[in-house]
């Protein structure tokens, strides 16, 4: 992958797709992880003397422009957090009015253009608005890893058109995650949790045959529980993965710890009755909404003494507090450990380590979900691909 050292950027336009997909409420960032994230790439970009035009988008918007997608409230946080202006653009990124907007920013100068999934080419990757963005610089860089996954036309497109290369995110994430596919050190852990094992089985059948020990949790353990024969209440679930299920605990029994002990509750709600029960012996009416203290203990336990260790989703209803000590203690085992590669990836995984305090204590905080699970799926990314 192209890098900054292959750019000449003194007094050149610099387009850089960045992510700012970050939560917004009453017109405030509630999460700058993103945006902080950015830094180190803008800080050189503009130390070399360039000037830096960011694309990002937010959201999903429909049709069109919509105001609780625009990127007004992320521009203000950006210039509190790099120190100096941002020129917000708000008119559409590939319009002629934004090619005037941006006349005259001077090297050390930032501009932020508007959300790119206003303009209805972005996501079919359209080669005409490919054409009419990388017209606004002379240089493109790569730094929005969490939408390394997609063909369109902010991420590829316009990489086909300018001279191009990774921003120091993009080169990190691709190399922190590149370390656990690639001759990782053992023993080696991966803890997958979230509500659906469809959504992540190509990430569990290209990683089993790599790990030491695969803790599952979440709404995904319920099913590999229903697969040997347990009684699992009300949990969610899904039938059309047991066989899937079987064939994975017959060819990988060995390898896949599931949960002993759940927290069950009376209904899917915050305020719920609950009662610590066997996994596998749920009655009817209730449902496993966490892992239980056992499991929690065993889980602890099997990250000890581990070199490398993945950890994407939550192990319960984590938005939920009755529900989100699971997580939690998962998240204070992958701290205590000493001496081991460990990585996290995944909102609720994010949130868990950051509530916990010691987020600085994990090697690598991946800011792409979907990204790293494609990744560790061993696929190839459009991004990454066409930075080679």
Do not use: C
Not at 50 to 79: F, N, Q, T, W
Not at 117 to 137: I, Q
Not at 357 to 378: F, K, M, P, W, Y
């Amino acid at each position: 992958m192209k890098t900054l050292n292959d750019l000449e950027l003194q007094g050149k336009r610099v387009l850089v797709r960045v992510d700012y997909n970050v939560p917004l409420a009453d017109g405030q960032v509630q999460d700058d992880t993103r945006i902080s994230a950015s830094l180190p790439t803008l800080q050189r970009l503009l130390a070399a003397g360039a000037s830096v035009i960011l694309m990002s988008h937010l959201g999903r918007p429909k049709s069109g422009p919509e105001d609780k997608y625009r990127l007004a409230p992320v521009a203000g946080r950006l210039e509190a957090l790099l120190g100096r202006p941002v020129r917000y653009v708000s008119s559409l990124p590939g319009s002629p009015e934004t090619a005037q907007a941006l006349e005259g920013l001077a090297p050390g100068e930032v501009a932020l253009l508007e959300n790119v999934r206003f303009e209805p080419g972005e996501t079919k990757n359209d080669p005409e608005l490919s054409r009419r963005l990388a017209a606004l610089g002379d240089a493109f860089v790569l730094d929005a890893f969490g939408s390394a996954h997609r063909a369109h036309a902010s991420v590829s497109g316009v990489a086909a058109l300018l001279p191009h290369a990774g921003g120091l995110l993009m080169e990190k994430e691709v190399k922190a995650l590149g370390r656990l596919l690639e001759n990782p050190e053992q023993p080696y852990v991966v803890i997958i949790g979230g509500a659906k094992v469809s959504d992540k089985i190509k990430v569990i059948e290209n990683l089993l045959p790599r790990v030491s020990k695969m803790l599952i949790g979440g709404g995904m353990a319920y099913t590999f529980i229903k697969a040997k024969g347990g009684s699992i209440g009300q949990s969610i679930h899904e039938d059309d993965q047991l066989d899937l299920a079987r064939r994975l605990l017959s060819s990988f029994g060995g390898k896949i710890e599931l949960p002993v002990d759940v927290i069950a509750a009376d209904r899917f709600d915050p305020e719920a009755n609950t009662q610590v029960l066997p996994a596998d012996a749920i009655p009817d009416d209730w449902q496993g909404l966490d892992i239980g203290p056992a499991t929690r203990e065993r889980y602890a336990a099997a990250l000890e003494g581990a070199k490398t260790v993945f950890w994407n989703g939550p192990m319960g209803v984590f938005e939920f507090e009755k529900f989100a000590g699971g997580t939690n203690a998962v998240a204070a085992a992958l701290a205590r450990l000493e001496g081991a590669y460990t990585v996290v990836g995944g909102g609720d995984s994010v949130s868990a380590i950051n509530r916990s305090g010691q987020a600085e204590r994990v090697s690598h905080i991946s800011t792409g979900g979907g990204a790293s699970l494609e990744l560790l799926e061993g696929q190839q990314l459009p991004g990454v691909e066409a930075l080679k």
